[in-house]
Every structure is written in C-alpha cells, then in structure tokens.
C-alpha cells in the first residue's frame, strides 16, 4: 500500500503536483503551452520541468474549477498521478486547503495507485518490479502541525484502504473465494472493535434461512451468513448493513449464457462494500453501532438446485415462488434483511449487485437507491454525493407492488409478471422484509464492475463502489 504523509513544505520528490484554479493569471513560463492546447480547463494536465527552487525535476500541473468540490479534488489528483506513471514519490501541493479537502486528496491519492497482480506468473511480476512504482505519496499544508488535519489524513487513507479490500475480493477469482472462504477472509480482516460470527449451512437450516439455503444448494461448497457487530459506548444510533454476497453466479439451472458469466465473479461486490464499511467505520471510531451482514452463497446448476417453481420458506416465515433461479440475490438478501429488522436498528442500508434492469436505466456508472422512507432516502443520496459515488433514486411503483403478490401458490413472486421495471421489482421485493424500518437498497450493478480502461481513480475490475458512501451515511448519524 502506498503510503500518504503530511508535511508543511514540499520535500524533495521525483514530481510535484500542483493545481491551477481557472482564474489564476498563468504563468509566463506556461504561456507557450496554450500553443499546445492548455486553457487551464477542469481537468486538464500540464508536464513540463520543474522551475527554479522546486525539489523535483518535473512538475504536474492540473486544472481545477475556483471553487472545487471533494469530487473534484479526487479527480483533481487522480489526473495528475496518471500523468506521471513512472514516479516513485509524488508531492501534491494545492495550496491551502481544509479538513475534508485533505482527507479527499488522500482519498483519491490512494484509489489511484490501487493495483491488484495477485495472480500475474514470475515473469510478469519480474517485469513489473522492474518498472518504478509509485509508493509515496506527500500532501503539503503549511499547517500540517494542526491536529486536525492529521485526522483527516487518517480519515482519507482509512476509507481508501477499505475501498481497495473490497476491490481486492471482488478481483479474486471466483474459485478462489467460494462462500466457506470469503467467510475466512472476512473474519482474518476484521478491524479492532468488530466482532464476528459465521452461520454455517448446519446453522442456517437451524435459523431458518431458506432463501440463503435454497441459492446455495446447488453448490458444493455450502453457504453462510457472516454477521459483523461493532458497538462503541454512547452510540448515537444503531445502522444495520446487508450485503448481496453470491460468490459466483451462473445463474443456476435458469443458466445464463457463457458471456454474461465471465465477470460474475463481481455478484459478491454488495458483501465486500458493506464489509469493507463496516471495518472503515471501526477504524475511524465513529460513535454509531454498526452491524453488517453479508450473505454468500455460490449460486450453481446441479441435481441439488432449487429449480423454478419451488416455493421457499424464508426467515421472515413468507413464502416465495421461486420463477427464475438468476434472480437468486432477493432471496440471499431476504433472509439478510428480515434478520437485520429483528435487531430494531434505527436504519438498515443493503447494497447489491441486483439487476440488470439498473443499468438498462442508469448506465454503467451510477448506482440506484430505493427505499420505504423518502427522508432516509434522500440521506443517502446526499452521502453519496458527498462520498463522490454516483447514485439516483428510483420509486417502488405501485404496479410492481401488486405484481409481487400475484402469485397463485405463495406469498410472494420472486420475479415481476412482466419484463420491464425489474429494478422496482425486486426493491419491491426486499421491502417485503424491513419491517417497515427506515431502509435504503443500493442496486449497483452497474458501477461496482469496470470493463473499461481506468477513469481517474477508478481501476479495470472491482471498483469498492458502496464503501464510501455507507462510511458517510454512518458519518451523518453521528
């Protein structure tokens, strides 16, 4: 992990990173460049040698709005990192800033040098240990001593890192993090202060959990419910966390096509978020009860699978006809859920990579939130935008709703009687188990995978989408 230091003047560095705001009188040294195409426009970059009195041979400059937000200062350093690709040690000097401004150049400092090579034989690992890679990172502020600032470095690289262990297990091959083994990693991981206990497939039938149990009998390694608690003295609020864990998706014995299996490896990205969360939250000793579950399962086609028509009996007692056996993530969940509400927090949150009908309405990119309380709602949405995740709300219609309970044989269907609106559906779906607490679902199917090349901070494979927001949902109930 690289790592991140704040000092009050700019030690000598391979290149300083420095911003440009667009009202700024340019420099006459960077006059000529506009012959180049510089305009001091958001986000552009600028490499030229450092001049006269600065301790590094290049310097990087980029351009920021006036008035940048967080957002802005993530990307704002991302950009200038990947300027320079072949740095050992960056200094990133922005002037003077805040709290949170240093926090999110941290932040964004960090997310940018995520790398994940785990599996690349010798020879490529010779080869890339021969290439210089980025391993220091030095914020300046001239008041560097304040003790503020210092936590909010802290802050930054606490919530980077759980962003890049999330990543991490969304990455690892699907083979390699079966249910029994993400349950492993996940206890190995936990952060001081977080307890954990594992349900194992004996424990389950005990607890009732027909929904966990029915996506996870096809399988050969057999499912689990891994419950992390962290409880800090004078909490001010209990939040619970549900996290969408199938460790590998095939759809089951409704199979899906070859092509739309080779990234289901990412179908446990909702369990990674909620439990990278959980551990950043306990890191930051933030004062809110915090209890997360993540429910994994393998969802595979054997003589063993719940097969379409079966009817399950779920934790909360409804039963559900199963109609589709790839729309196996509402009933992990289900279970997930109704287990949350029988704890009474004060607000529970899950996070899943659920449907493809999210991305069908929000591209790739942006996340969903729907909920049963548009206050609590509207919370999140606001901590989204202040984490830097995209995320748009969504309603649960009333014609999804009384689609659900259509069913001639069960309490519920698990899928819509029609094509479109699956998002709202299955939102509609999970309502069934809140208990009427206030509840958000993050449907982020779409940003927790990117097939593409990286954008600013954000990697090819895992993105960690969900961490940063959940930290920041827990932030605001403090």
Known sequence: MVSVSLRPTAPSSDV???????????DEDLVPFTALGFRQEAGQTLVVPSPAGIKAPVTVFVAIDDEPSLEDLRRAVAKGLRAAPAARHIVVDFGDLTDDQVAALAEGALLTAYRFDDYKGEKARQKADEKPCLDEVTLVASDAKKRELKKAVDRGVAIAEAVCQARDWVNTPPGDLRPPDFAAAIESSAAKGVSVTVWDEKRL?????GGILSVGRGSEAP??????????SKAKAHLALVGKGITFDSGGLSIKPGASMQTMKMDMGGAAAIVAAVNAIATLGLPVKVTGYACLAENMPSGSATRPGDVITMRSGSTVEVLNTDAEGRMVLGDGLAIAAEQQPDHIVDVATLTGAAMTALGAKTAAILGNDEYFEERVFAASQEAGEAMWRLPITEEVTSSLKSSKIADLRQIGTKPHGGTLFAAAFLREFTADIPWAHLDIAGPAFNEGGADDYIPWGGTGVGVRTLVQVATQLT
């Open 205 to 209: 039938t005990k607890e009732k959990c």
């Open 223 to 232: 499912p689990r419910l891994v419950t992390l608690s962290y409880s800090p």
């Open 16 to 26: 300083v990173l420095r911003a440009i705001r667009a009202s700024d009188p340019l």
